[in-house]
T-cell receptor, first 111, second 113 residues
Framework: SQQGEEDPQALSIQEGENATMNCSYK?????LQWYRQNSGRGLVHLIL?????REKHSGRLRVTLDTSKKSSSLLITASRAADTASYFC???????????FGKGTKLSVIP | EAQVTQNPRYLITVTGKKLTVTCSQN?????MSWYRQDPGLGLRQIYY???????DKGDVPEGYKVSRKEKRNFPLILESPSPNQTSLYFC????????????FGSGTRLTVV
């Protein structure tokens, strides 16, 4: 069953601008994760935020989590052409190994 | 290098001809999983395994089998492939109960004609 829903489905920005992607989910979670996928390749884990955390940073990435609204956002600052990829959020329920993925946001960064 | 290795990378086969996609991880992870990715549908889980000899169905298990005889290997078996199983398949592994990120393989692009 699809848990996360990313918004927007596609995003096109100029190099140097910030990119924001949102994710909404339906049921309670243990943690929420973001992944990047370059075209046709495997997914790469970017960042994990636990249900008791509100914000997390990793390099140019900033993730927020609002469990009351069941939503998360991923901010990529000072984007680069190499950031062009699809970005997925995935949720893990309490006590569960399983990750449920959304359909992704396709980000294009124009040089 | 810590990794999940899938083989083959590309496979074209005919309807009904049994095939196996192999998956191996070198991180001593307990949890392994198979996903398929289709345009407009995102990633959907096929089967997962929480440890050796422990497997369970995901969201789309029909037409697939798995086994987990060793911790490092988790092959995906299509006993009688059909064209609707044409897809991009990913194996992934993780240590910890959802509390750590998954490591994904590079994918297997399967075409069933």
């Amino acid at each position: 069953s699809q848990q996360g829903e990313e918004d927007p489905q596609a995003l096109s920005i100029q190099e140097g601008e910030n990119a924001t992607m949102n994710c909404s989910y339906k049921t309670s979670i243990n943690n929420l994760q973001w992944y990047r996928q370059n075209s046709g390749r495997g997914l790469v884990h970017l960042i994990l935020i636990r249900s008791n955390e509100r914000e997390k940073h990793s390099g140019r990435l900033r993730v927020t989590l609002d469990t009351s609204k069941k939503s998360s956002s991923l901010l990529i600052t000072a984007s680069r052409a190499a950031d062009t990829a699809s970005y997925f959020c995935a949720t893990a329920g309490a006590g569960s190994y399983q990750l449920t993925f959304g359909k992704g946001t396709k980000l294009s960064v124009i040089p | 290098e810590a990794q999940v290795t899938q083989n083959p990378r590309y496979l074209i086969t005919v309807t009904g001809k049994k095939l196996t996609v192999t998956c191996s991880q070198n991180m001593n992870h307990e949890y392994m999983s198979w996903y398929r990715q289709d345009p407009g549908l995102g990633l959907r889980q096929i089967y997962y395994s929480m440890n050796v000899e422990v497997t369970d169905k995901g969201d789309v298990p029909e037409g697939y089998k798995v086994s987990r005889k060793e911790k490092r290997n988790f092959p995906l078996i299509l006993e009688s492939p059909s064209p609707n199983q044409t897809s991009l398949y990913f194996c992934a592994s993780s240590q910890g109960q959802g509390g750590t990120g998954y490591t994904f393989g590079s994918g297997t692009r399967l075409t069933v004609v």
